[in-house]
């Protein structure tokens, strides 16, 4: 079992920084991506980075050149720095684990962090 305990988030001023972290526990060798979801209130929930197995990275358009997404194999975490944020960013984060073993996917969600951006 996968479980993706998310931290990091908070209050901040329109333009400062937050690092989320995703600590996953469970199996995850077999993951084909992980990735950072966010979802505002009365919006649904939108992929904001993702880091696929292989390692290449993809950015929603409205964090390109502001949002970072890395991961440490060796401590089973993924990592969202977020610079330069917009009250826009406001969201509940979700980290999101894909796993794909034998051509099949699992997907696994954490619990969420709130980040809330002020003007």
């Known amino acids: 079992q996968v479980q993706l305990v998310e931290s990091g988030g908070g209050s901040v001023q329109a333009g400062g920084s937050l690092k989320l972290s995703c600590a996953a526990s469970g199996n995850i060798a077999r993951r084909c991506g992980m990735g950072w979801y966010r979802q505002a209130p009365g919006n649904g929930r939108e992929e904001v980075s993702t880091?696929?197995?292989?390692?290449?990275?993809r950015y929603a358009y409205s964090v390109k050149g502001r949002f970072t997404i890395s991961q440490d194999n060796a401590k089973n975490t993924l990592y969202l720095q977020m610079n330069s944020l917009k009250t826009e960013d406001a969201a509940v984060y979700y980290c999101?684990?894909?796993?794909?073993?034998?051509?099949?996917?699992?997907?696994?969600w954490g619990q969420g962090t709130q980040v809330t951006v002020s003007s």
């Open positions: 880091i696929m197995g292989d390692g290449t990275t």
């Open positions: 999101r684990a894909d796993l794909c073993p034998g051509g099949m996917r699992w997907v696994y």
